[in-house]
């Protein structure tokens, strides 16, 4: 399995721009890349998922580079309620199955 | 339309006592996923089912540990005998296909005394 390297904290003000990357140097050529965003006391809740280039939807954007090896989550103009854990994950997609491993995550802390 | 659902979201128990974590996953997915976590080790897969059959428990820790799913629409964890380590929260996903998106409960916090 792929292992994923993200930032442990990001702080960042309401309305700024956020970007937080992960590293999988390792990435395999069926892996998918995902991201979870976890509050307190909740499970983590599914953002976006790419395979390359760019992906968004009305939460998020991902951006992939060619090699694949790393990725960036962009969240525009971040609000207080968007404090919370994000998870970059990588699927072994060989197997039809993906096994998530999760790591530590980023904790994001918006300041008003 | 209903997320995945767990029960108990809390429970407390002595150590020794059997302990039963239940969960309903959504309707029409056929991949269920059970994951504990705690601050030392995050968060953990112990098993997956697909068509409620175990396909990978690799994660599940010891034989204190058992997972069934007797139909598509329930599945249960069980720890028997539970120990004080065993103190996390357990959460279970669902999916509409093994290599879809997970959508998680809101977890059991379980406190083994």
């Known amino acids: 399995l792929a292992k994923t390297t993200q930032p442990i904290s990001m702080d960042s003000y309401e309305g700024q721009e956020v970007n937080i990357t992960c590293s999988h140097n390792?990435?395999?050529?069926?892996?998918?890349i995902t991201w979870y965003q976890q509050f307190p006391s909740q499970g983590p809740r599914f953002i976006i998922q790419?395979?390359?280039t760019k992906v968004k939807n009305e939460v998020a954007s991902l951006f992939i580079p060619a090699d694949r090896k790393s990725s960036t989550l962009s969240l525009p103009r971040v609000s207080l309620s968007d404090t919370a854990v994000y998870y970059c994950?990588?699927?072994?997609?060989?197997?039809?199955?993906?096994?998530?491993?999760f790591g530590t995550g980023t904790r994001l802390l918006v300041s008003p | 339309d209903a997320g995945v659902i767990q029960s108990p979201r809390h429970e407390v128990t002595e150590m020794g006592q059997e302990v039963t974590l239940r969960c309903k996953p959504i309707s029409g997915h056929n991949s269920l996923f059970w994951y504990r976590q705690t601050m030392m080790r995050g968060l953990e897969l112990l098993i997956y089912f697909n068509n409620n059959v175990p396909i990978d428990d690799s994660g599940m820790p010891e034989d204190r540990f058992s997972a069934k799913m007797p139909n598509a629409s329930f599945s249960t964890l069980k720890i028997q005998p539970s120990e004080p380590r065993d103190s996390a929260v357990y959460f279970c996903a669902s999916s509409s296909d093994s290599d879809q998106p997970q959508h998680f409960g809101d977890g059991t916090r379980l406190s083994i005394l």
């Open positions: 390792n990435i395999a050529t069926n892996d998918y």
């Open positions: 994950l990588v699927g072994n997609g060989n197997t039809g199955f993906q096994k998530l491993v």
């Open positions: 790419g395979y390359k």
